[in-house]
């Protein structure tokens, strides 16, 4: 499952060069809707074997001094929760390439699209509440950029600074929460 959280990361790397290179008479979310609908595919393809109870960990070794493993666990809620994030991530990006205009910032668009895409996933199949944490903070800042997309726009301000002011909130009281466990 980490590759599955590692691979919006790496797009989310491509995309302002593909963008500047490759992409300039094409849309760029056609290649940024590749990479939800290949994880949808891949995701799927755990259906039949999550059905049966089995369930798949893999770890790998973070901060080994302090025994912070990153680990990634996958159940059937978990898978279900991916599949919604890639299905729906793929309808996002499908309406926003007919959507958008090539003269708006693309690049960055989707850049944020997919590392809101990555933190959610990594939310999602995290079995570390460390990770769990960081991923929560990555998702904030994602989600901020999101909404600012539009930074001109006054209420796109309101919002992104009101989204970052919730989330943080919460996440400040999650920390609380993590510490007093």
Excluded: C
Excluded at 79 to 100: A, C, E, K
Aim: aromatic share 18%.
């Amino acid at each position: 499952m980490l590759i599955t959280i590692i691979i919006p990361f790496l797009a989310a790397l491509f995309v302002p060069i593909l963008h500047k290179r490759l992409f300039r008479q094409f849309h760029i979310g056609w290649f940024a809707l590749f990479v939800p609908l290949f994880l949808f595919i891949m995701l799927a393809r755990y259906i039949p074997s999550v059905a049966s109870g089995n369930k798949f960990i893999h770890t790998i070794e973070w901060i080994p001094t302090y025994g912070m493993n990153i680990t990634t666990y996958l159940d059937g809620i978990s898978l279900l929760f991916g599949l919604l994030i890639t299905g729906i991530g793929s309808l996002v990006i499908l309406y926003s390439i007919f959507y958008l205009s090539k003269r708006e910032s693309l690049s960055h668009f989707y850049v944020y699209l997919l590392l809101f895409m990555g933190a959610m996933l990594g939310l999602v199949f995290s079995d570390n509440i460390i990770v769990l944490y960081l991923f929560w903070e990555l998702t904030s800042i994602s989600s901020f950029l999101l909404i600012a997309f539009w930074f001109y726009r006054t209420k796109s301000r309101y919002g992104a600074q009101k989204s970052l002011l919730i989330t943080v909130t919460g996440g400040i009281a999650m920390l609380a929460g993590f510490l007093s466990i």
